[in-house]
């Protein structure tokens, strides 16, 4: 039988913890704290499988507030999230909700049918869950390793990437990274394309000192030319969109725009707000 979560230790101070094979959780371990980054679906609690790595005092982060990087804050007191994410991720924390991912992804894995309870999955909440502020250039201090918060709204409102530079890695949940980035929610909660593009090149011109990109999904680590590939996805887009394939997931359904190593996901809105802001 396959297993829900799976531990990957990518170096000394990192480890990958995967949900269903799709989903990244990044364990970042200083000498006096450790950092989950963020927590999933949370279909299982991974808090023995953290406590089997480090004893260490754990903090939580979330890149932003969609359902497969926050539902798991269930399994903790406080997690760290840009504000602006907070009213989507309390208001999308439904049973509705939850019923669509889980259709999807015992779809995508039928053995899950098998192992998930549902009925302790629908009465989880996150009304026990302080949430804590995130926002640009707050530093989590975890002794010997530090990670700043970088503001890139686009995929959300909120979104943040977490750059270290003692690690020289960028933790970019799915800002920065080669899987398909979704485009296809409404403007209040996905921003448009131009914003995205703007938020690529303000930290394209930070000039940041780093060998590796932790994203939240996908390939992993990937390489820091993702960032630029990105910017020429969108501006490709703006240019010609013949072949795009269409795509659903839990309802969301969109085309797949593809260039180079990475992939942009759009709905005919987000298209045609980006090509009329690139006048």
């Known amino acids: 039988m396959p297993m829900v979560n799976s531990v990957t230790k990518m170096t000394d101070r990192i480890y990958r913890i ?80 939850k019923e669509k991912i889980i259709e999807y992804r015992i779809r995508k894995n039928p053995w899950f049918k098998d192992v998930l309870d549902q009925d302790t999955y629908f009465a989880q909440n996150l009304n026990h869950v302080t949430h804590l502020p995130l926002v640009e250039n707050d530093v989590l201090d975890l002794g010997g390793v530090t990670l700043r918060a970088i503001e890139v709204p686009g995929h959300s409102v909120g979104s943040v990437a977490l750059y270290s530079p003692e690690l020289r890695s960028l933790f970019g949940g799915d800002s920065v990274n080669s899987h398909p980035i979704w485009y296809v929610g409404s403007f209040d909660q996905t921003l448009p394309l131009s914003v995205f593009l703007q938020s690529l090149r303000r930290l394209q011109g930070m000039n940041l000192d780093f060998d590796a990109i932790y994203p939240g999904h996908g390939n992993s680590p990937i390489g820091p030319e993702v960032l630029d590939q990105l910017i020429g996805c969108i501006l490709d887009l703006n240019q010609r969109d013949e072949g795009d394939e269409p795509i659903e997931n839990s309802g969301m359904v969109g085309r797949q725009h593809r260039f180079e190593n990475v992939c942009i996901i759009y709905s005919p809105e987000h298209l045609k707000a980006l090509r009329d802001s690139l006048r």
């Open 18 to 97: 995967t949900e269903l094979g799709s989903i990244h959780r990044y364990l970042v371990l200083g000498n006096e704290k450790a950092l989950l980054i963020d927590t999933g679906y949370g279909f299982e609690d991974i808090r023995p499988m953290i406590r089997e790595i480090t004893s260490l005092p754990l903090l939580v982060a979330n890149t932003h507030g969609h359902s497969d990087h926050c539902f798991g804050n269930y399994y903790f007191a406080e997690a760290y999230l840009n504000p602006k994410d907070l009213p989507g991720l309390l208001a999308g924390y439904t049973r509705e909700a």
